[in-house]
C-alpha cells in the first residue's frame, strides 16, 4: 500500500529539481506531432461543451504544456500544481495572463482543498500515474466538472497489450530505447544542460491504470466516460527507429475523455 505523504513529498522533490528544464527535457513538449494533437483535441472537445462559459481547471499544470493551449483558445483557466517550482515557471511565463486575470496559478495539494467553483473543462496531462490515490482525487476532480462539462486526462498506463512478443521486435525497441537515452544525454550536454540525479521511483508509482474502477466510479457520478488508447509521439527528434516503435508498440498511452450528463 502507498504511503500518502511519502508520494505526495517524492513528487514535489522530483519536479522541484526539474522545473527549471522541464520543458528541455520531456520530448513530447519538442515533439510537434504530440502538440498538434493535443491542439486539435482542446479545440474538439470545446465544442462539445454544452452551456460554454470558457472556463478551465487545469490540475497538474506543471509549466503550462495544457494550460497555454487553453488560454490560446480562450479559457480563463485555473492552474493547480502541487510543486513550488512548476508554478513559478508557469507564471514566468503568462504574467501577461495573470494580469488580465485570464490565469490563476495555484500551489496547493489539491486533495487537501475545498474548491467549490465548476468548470467547462477540467484536464491533465501526463499525471494521474503520479498519484498516491488517483480514484480518490479523480473523484473529487469529477465534481468540479459542471452539467455538459467534460473531464480530460491524457498521457497515462495503457491497459497491457500483448506487444514485442518477437525476438526482432524487442531487439528494436532495445535499440530504440538506448539510441534515445543515449541521443537525449548528447543533446542535453551539448546544450550546457546538467540535470541533478533525479530519482523517480517514488513519484512515477503506477505503472498500470485500474480503468474499469476509473470509469465504473465516473458513471455513478453521471458521465458518459470513454478511454481510448492511443500512441503519444515523444521523441524529439524521429528517426527509422521511431517509426519502427510505433509501429510494434501501436498504443504506448491512454486518455480519459468523460462528459457529465
Given at each position: 500500500?502507498?504511503?500518502?505523504?511519502?508520494?505526495?513529498?517524492?513528487?514535489?522533490?522530483?519536479?522541484?529539481?526539474?522545473?527549471?528544464?522541464?520543458?528541455?527535457?520531456?520530448?513530447?513538449?519538442?515533439?510537434?506531432?504530440?502538440?498538434?494533437?493535443?491542439?486539435q483535441l482542446l479545440r474538439t472537445l470545446t465544442a462539445q461543451i454544452d452551456n460554454q462559459s470558457y472556463k478551465a481547471l487545469d490540475f497538474g499544470a506543471g509549466t503550462g504544456n495544457i494550460t497555454q493551449k487553453?488560454?490560446?483558445?480562450?479559457?480563463?483557466?485555473?492552474?493547480?500544481?502541487?510543486?513550488?517550482?512548476?508554478?513559478?515557471?508557469?507564471?514566468?511565463?503568462?504574467?501577461?495572463?495573470?494580469?488580465?486575470?485570464?490565469?490563476?496559478?495555484?500551489?496547493?495539494?489539491?486533495?487537501?482543498?475545498?474548491?467549490?467553483?465548476?468548470?467547462?473543462?477540467?484536464?491533465?496531462?501526463?499525471?494521474?500515474?503520479?498519484?498516491?490515490?488517483?480514484?480518490?482525487?479523480?473523484?473529487?476532480?469529477?465534481?468540479?466538472?459542471?452539467?455538459?462539462?467534460?473531464?480530460?486526462?491524457?498521457?497515462?498506463?495503457?491497459?497491457?497489450?500483448?506487444?514485442?512478443?518477437?525476438?526482432?521486435?524487442?531487439?528494436?525497441?532495445?535499440?530504440?530505447?538506448?539510441?534515445?537515452?543515449?541521443?537525449?544525454?548528447?543533446?542535453?550536454?551539448?546544450?550546457?544542460?546538467?540535470?541533478?540525479?533525479?530519482?523517480?521511483?517514488?513519484?512515477?508509482?503506477?505503472?498500470?491504470?485500474?480503468?474499469?474502477?476509473?470509469?465504473?466510479?465516473?458513471?455513478?457520478?453521471?458521465?458518459?466516460?470513454?478511454?481510448?488508447?492511443?500512441?503519444?509521439?515523444?521523441?524529439?527528434?524521429?528517426?527509422?527507429?521511431?517509426?519502427?516503435?510505433?509501429?510494434?508498440?501501436?498504443?504506448?498511452?491512454?486518455?480519459?475523455?468523460?462528459?457529465?450528463?
Amino acid at each position: 500500500m502507498l504511503e500518502y505523504d511519502t508520494v505526495i513529498n517524492a513528487n514535489i522533490a522530483v519536479h522541484e529539481k526539474e522545473a527549471d528544464y522541464y520543458d528541455f527535457i520531456h520530448n513530447d513538449i519538442w515533439n510537434r506531432a504530440e502538440q498538434n494533437r493535443l491542439k486539435q483535441l482542446l479545440r474538439t472537445l470545446t465544442a462539445q461543451i454544452d452551456n460554454q462559459s470558457y472556463k478551465a481547471l487545469d490540475f497538474g499544470a506543471g509549466t503550462g504544456n495544457i494550460t497555454q493551449k487553453l488560454l490560446s483558445i480562450g479559457y480563463t483557466v485555473t492552474a493547480i500544481d502541487i510543486s513550488p517550482g512548476m508554478c513559478r515557471k508557469l507564471i514566468e511565463k503568462e504574467r501577461h495572463m495573470i494580469k488580465l486575470k485570464r490565469l490563476k496559478v495555484l500551489n496547493i495539494n489539491f486533495d487537501e482543498t475545498n474548491l467549490t467553483e465548476q468548470y467547462d473543462l477540467v484536464t491533465g496531462y501526463s499525471v494521474i500515474h503520479h498519484l498516491p490515490n488517483y480514484l480518490k482525487t479523480l473523484e473529487k476532480l469529477a465534481s468540479s466538472v459542471k452539467n455538459g462539462g467534460i473531464l480530460y486526462f491524457d498521457h497515462e498506463p495503457p491497459t497491457p497489450i500483448s506487444s514485442a512478443n518477437g525476438i526482432v521486435d524487442k531487439l528494436i525497441l532495445k535499440l530504440y530505447y538506448f539510441t534515445e537515452k543515449n541521443a537525449n544525454a548528447a543533446y542535453l550536454k551539448l546544450h550546457g544542460v546538467n540535470l541533478p540525479p533525479i530519482d523517480y521511483s517514488l513519484a512515477d508509482v503506477h505503472t498500470q491504470l485500474d480503468w474499469q474502477s476509473i470509469t465504473q466510479m465516473l458513471k455513478q457520478k453521471g458521465f458518459t466516460v470513454e478511454i481510448q488508447p492511443h500512441y503519444v509521439n515523444d521523441s524529439r527528434l524521429n528517426t527509422p527507429l521511431s517509426y519502427l516503435r510505433k509501429k510494434i508498440l501501436k498504443v504506448n498511452s491512454a486518455m480519459l475523455l468523460a462528459k457529465k450528463t
